[in-house]
C-alpha cells in the first residue's frame, strides 16, 4: 500500500490518503462518527502506524469536512487510547504495546474473561446467545477483527457487569492493532476457540464456558507474544 510520510520534528507524519482516492465523507449526520469510525479503522489496519502524527489539517482535507468534526473525533479516540495529545507535536497515534504492557493486558484478561464466559452462559438470553458467531464466515481479515471484537462484547455484555464490559472493550481494541502480524491460520485457530465457547454457553455449562475462554486467551497470548519486543 502506497504511502507518503513527512517529517514534523522528530515525528513521522503518515499521508491518511493514497494518490489518486477519493475518501471524502459524504453523509450530513453525525461527522464526527463517521470520521472517528474511519480513523479507528485506518488505526487498527496500521494504514496510520503506531506512534505517528495525526494531521488535523490533512484528514480535513481528505475527508472533506472542517476541523470541528476531526477535534471531536480525536477526542472520541483519545477516550479509547488510540491517540494521545502531546506536547508540541499535537494528536499521535499510541506506541505499539511492548512485552511487559502485553504481559500485564492478558494477566488482566485471564482475570476477567473466563469469569465473564461462565456469567454468560448463567444469565445470557437465547436471543443474545444466538447472535454470538465464531468469525468463520469473515471474507477478509478486517471483517474478522471486527467480528471478534463484537464477539468479545457480547460476552463480556452478557455477563451483565457494565465495568467489565467496559474494560474489556478498550484492551480489545489494542489487540487488533497487532493484526498485522497474524496469519490466516491464526484466525483460523481463533476460531476453532470461538465455537468451543459458543457451544458451552448456548449449553448453558458456565464451568465448560469459562475453560474454554480461559484456554482461547492463553493461546491467543502465544499466537502474540513472539511479535512484541521484549
Known sequence: MAKTSLSVGKFPVASAANEGEDRSITRPSGLAEEVYRRVRADIMSLRLPPDTRVSVDSLA????????PIREALSMLEANGLVSKRHFAGYMTSPRMDRAQLDELFEFRLLIEPHA???AAEMMSDTDTAQLASGETAPSHDAFADMDSEFHRLIAQGAQNHLIADSLARLHIHIHIFRSCFKREIAEEAVHE???????IRSRDGANAEAAMRSHIERSYGRLRDFIKE
Open 194 to 200: 470461538h465455537n468451543a465457547i459458543i457451544a458451552a
Open 61 to 68: 482535507r481528505e475527508l472533506g469536512v472542517s476541523q470541528t
Open 117 to 119: 464466559a461462565r456469567k
